[in-house]
């Protein structure tokens, strides 16, 4: 059985795996609606499989239907009872969305997406609002009226240098925000390596590693391009990014390998909650966000391909 060294160095590699996806970033291009959708797309895929072929198969193997099954629906409902409950922005393409508790006010303090929408693009909803807004105020050059007839006054965004420095309480309520959206999302992979390893299975375990590192990339990719609309330094996009999937994985990794190891025979239950709280995260955050931009053959046919790529690598594992 790995040791929880072990745990620690396989599950923090998977993290920092989420850094890559920012590296874009630097280059500061516009990322297309498509390529986002279908980033999502392929993150989609490889949980969906990883969640199958990785915890839901093993577990059955190890223990019961019931235990397994039980786990997976107790982990589906435990994700979208913390969705509810935890206060956190979901990032989005070019903007945030609050939910469970966070307003409107939170959007507003990560910055205004419509800065650095772009007017050409006839798929783009933050331009088409843009546009709107535009229409309504009579404002034909696409700035927004001034209500006291002076220049506007650029809005306040996390980690822009020229920005007024925010209280620590609410750069506290910022971090606390888009850290409750992460943990949610990215815990439930680091628990399905803590368990596998606990449990004795090294071969599953490595695979859900490999894929869970492959599907931080494009899932870093997605927090990313939001994070960085808000005028961050690329640097501090690269940071929070990867911290995003070391932190939570490296926490619950340990969770799960401390739970097994220390109640045997839990490894059916446990493998089943990952799997549940995983596949609630691709149908209540990655499908939808995919999808209703025009470019959902793009989102499918990258989330068949992440599924053939995760059976691709369990092969290879395997062998």
Same mark, same amino acid.
């Given at each position: 059985m790995?040791d929880?060294?072990?745990?620690l160095?396989?599950s923090?590699?998977?993290?920092v /795996?989420?850094?890559?996806g ?5 280059v500061?291009?516009r990322?297309?609606h498509r390529t986002? $959708?279908?980033?999502?797309g392929?993150? %989609?895929?490889l949980?969906?499989?990883a969640?199958v072929? *990785?915890?839901?198969l093993?577990g059955?193997?190890? *223990?019961?239907?019931?235990a397994?099954?039980? +786990? ?6 435990a994700?979208?009872? +913390?969705n ?9 393409y070019?903007?945030?969305l609050? !939910?469970g @508790?966070?307003?409107?006010a !939170?959007v507003?303090?990560?910055?205004d997406?419509?800065d650095?929408?772009?007017?050409t693009?006839?798929? !783009?909803?933050?331009a088409m609002?843009a546009?709107?807004? $535009?229409a309504?105020? @009579? $404002?034909t050059h696409?700035?927004? %009226?001034?209500t006291d007839g002076?220049?506007?006054t650029?809005p306040?965004?996390?980690?822009d ?8 309480e609410s750069a506290?309520r ?6 409750g959206a992460?943990t949610l999302h990215?815990?439930?992979? *680091?628990l399905?390596i *803590?368990v ?6 090294e071969?599953? /375990?490595?695979?859900?590693a490999v894929?869970i590192?492959l599907?931080?990339v494009?899932?870093g990719?997605?927090?990313a391009v939001?994070m960085a609309?808000?005028g961050?330094?690329n640097?501090?996009?690269?940071w929070?990014t990867?911290?995003?999937?070391v932190?939570?994985?490296?926490v ?5 390998f401390s ?5 045997a025979?839990l490894f059916?239950? %446990?493998?089943?909650f990952?799997?549940?709280a995983m596949?609630?995260?691709?149908f209540?955050?990655l499908?939808p966000?995919?999808?209703g931009?025009g470019?959902a053959d793009?989102a499918?046919?990258?989330f ?10 369990d092969?290879l594992v395997v062998?």
């Amino acid at each position: 059985m790995t040791d929880l060294a072990g745990v620690l160095t396989v599950s923090s590699v998977a993290g920092v /795996a989420t850094g890559l996806g920012a590296l874009p970033v630097f280059v500061r291009a516009r990322v297309t609606h498509r390529t986002y $959708d279908a980033a999502l797309g392929l993150a %989609a895929g490889l949980m969906v499989a990883a969640s199958v072929f *990785g915890l839901i198969l093993p577990g059955m193997e190890e *223990g019961t239907l019931t235990a397994v099954m039980t +786990g997976l629906l107790v982990g589906g409902l435990a994700l979208l009872g +913390g969705n509810y409950a935890i206060p956190h922005l979901h990032a989005q393409y070019r903007e945030w969305l609050p !939910d469970g @508790g966070a307003t409107g006010a !939170d959007v507003a303090s990560m910055g205004d997406p419509a800065d650095s929408a772009d007017p050409t693009d006839p798929t !783009d909803p933050v331009a088409m609002a843009a546009a709107s807004a $535009d229409a309504e105020t @009579g $404002d034909t050059h696409g700035n927004s %009226a001034d209500t006291d007839g002076g220049d506007a006054t650029p809005p306040t965004s996390l980690g822009d240098p020229t920005a007024s420095i925010d209280e620590p309480e609410s750069a506290l309520r910022k971090a606390l925000l888009i850290g409750g959206a992460i943990t949610l999302h990215n815990a439930p992979e *680091g628990l399905a390596i *803590g368990v596998a390893f606990a449990s004795g299975l090294e071969e599953v /375990a490595l695979l859900l590693a490999v894929v869970i590192g492959l599907q931080n990339v494009p899932d870093g990719f997605a927090f990313a391009v939001p994070m960085a609309e808000t005028g961050m330094s690329n640097l501090r996009v690269l940071w929070y990014t990867t911290l995003s999937g070391v932190v939570p994985q490296v926490v619950a990794s340990v969770f799960g390998f401390s739970l097994v190891s220390i109640a045997a025979g839990l490894f059916p239950i %446990a493998s089943g909650f990952a799997a549940g709280a995983m596949l609630a995260v691709v149908f209540r955050e990655l499908i939808p966000s995919s999808h209703g931009h025009g470019h959902a053959d793009a989102a499918t046919l990258a989330f068949l391909f992440g599924f053939v790529l995760l059976v691709v690598v369990d092969e290879l594992v395997v062998v």
